[in-house]
């Protein structure tokens, strides 16, 4: 079945909308806790969703 509206956001090319990752640094604090830092995708910069073009752009009539 198809969706009747089509999904407002626009997902980022460069991480599949996957904004940030965790980065494990190794080993473990003094609690037991894994030590990650987070890394944040430079192009959209961590949002996972990529800037909307002006309409303009993205109207297309006919083929
Ligand atoms: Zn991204």
């Known amino acids: 079945m198809a969706q009747p ?4 956001v626009h997902i980022c090319p460069a991480c599949d909308g996957f ?14 806790h894994l ?10 910069h961590g949002t996972g969703t990529r800037a909307v073009r002006p309409v ?5 009539v006919g083929r």
């Open 56 to 60: 303009s752009a993205l109207v297309r």
């Open 5 to 8: 509206t089509p999904a407002r």
């Open 35 to 44: 030590r990650t830092i987070t890394a944040h995708c430079p192009a959209c």
């Open 19 to 32: 904004g940030s990752a965790a980065v494990t640094l190794g080993g473990r604090d003094r609690h037991g």
